[in-house]
């Protein structure tokens, strides 16, 4: 099957610092990426959407200047906090949609990044 | 945009009981509804999922149905088992345009089931 995998899994930083979270899509090329952030308790937010070669499509109230995404193969997407806050500290999940010419309607996450921001 | 919500928001039943999610959507546009099953700090895992022309589905001890007319769609387990036990989400999209299939969850529900 699919396989979608993230890294760090776990990443412990100090304030102010910034941190660069890896999506990559194993065995299938992947033209979209989503990059997901789930609080405790939580549901999964979509934060932004991610093509490969063009600009990353952020959602209402997410900063672009603070969450950076680049999308820069059909099997890697990366998204950097920068300056993180506390209040940046969550569970980040990346998804990766197979090209559409594998007619999938499926998206295939990875297995999260869990951010403490000190 | 999408909105979806789900209820109940906690759901507890005795093992071989049947359990039942339930999602409403607002976009008549959406037409694919995927249902994840999510274990404690573990990435979602699609159990079942519809498209919109197609009103049930089911796999094994899981079936999900869709009212496009009311724009709601359900979760059913039946003969539950402790493994069961974890937190679910319902998601809507619609393909087309530049949505790009980018997905909308309800707020989960956990579910319990008691030996």
């Known amino acids: 099957g699919a396989v979608v995998s993230q890294h760090p899994s776990r990443v412990i930083c100090k304030s102010g610092t910034s941190v660069k979270i890896e999506c990559r899509s194993l065995?299938?090329?992947?033209?979209?990426m989503f990059w997901y952030r789930q609080f405790p308790k939580q549901s999964l937010m979509l934060m932004a959407t991610?093509?490969?070669?063009?600009?990353?499509?952020?959602e209402q109230g997410v900063e672009k200047d603070k969450f950076l995404i680049n999308h820069a193969s059909l099997t890697l997407s990366t998204l950097t906090v920068t300056s993180a806050h506390p209040e940046d500290s969550s569970f980040y999940i990346c998804?990766?949609?197979?090209?559409?010419?594998?007619?999938?309607?499926?998206?295939?996450f990875g297995p999260g990044t869990r951010l403490t921001v000190l | 945009g999408e909105n979806v919500e789900q209820h109940p928001s906690t759901l507890s039943v005795q093992e071989g009981d049947s359990a039942v999610i339930k999602c409403t959507y607002s976009?008549?546009?959406?037409?694919?509804f995927p249902w994840y099953k999510q274990e404690l700090g573990k990435r979602p895992q699609l159990i079942i999922d519809?498209?919109?022309?197609?009103g049930e589905k089911k796999d094994q001890r899981i079936a999900v149905t869709l009212n496009k007319t009311a724009k709601h769609f359900s979760l059913h387990i039946t003969e539950t088992q402790p493994e069961d036990s974890a937190v679910y989400f319902c998601?809507?999209?619609?393909?087309?345009?530049?949505?790009?299939?980018?997905?909308?969850f309800g707020q989960g529900t956990i579910l319990t089931v008691h030996p």
């Open positions: 998804s990766a949609r197979p090209a559409r010419r594998l007619i999938t309607d499926t998206q295939y």
């Open positions: 065995d299938f090329q992947a033209t979209t």
């Open positions: 991610s093509n490969e070669g063009s600009k990353a499509t952020y």
């Open positions: 976009d008549s546009a959406s037409n694919y």
């Open positions: 519809i498209r919109s022309n197609v």
């Open positions: 998601a809507a999209t619609s393909f087309g345009g530049t949505s790009y299939g980018k997905l909308t």
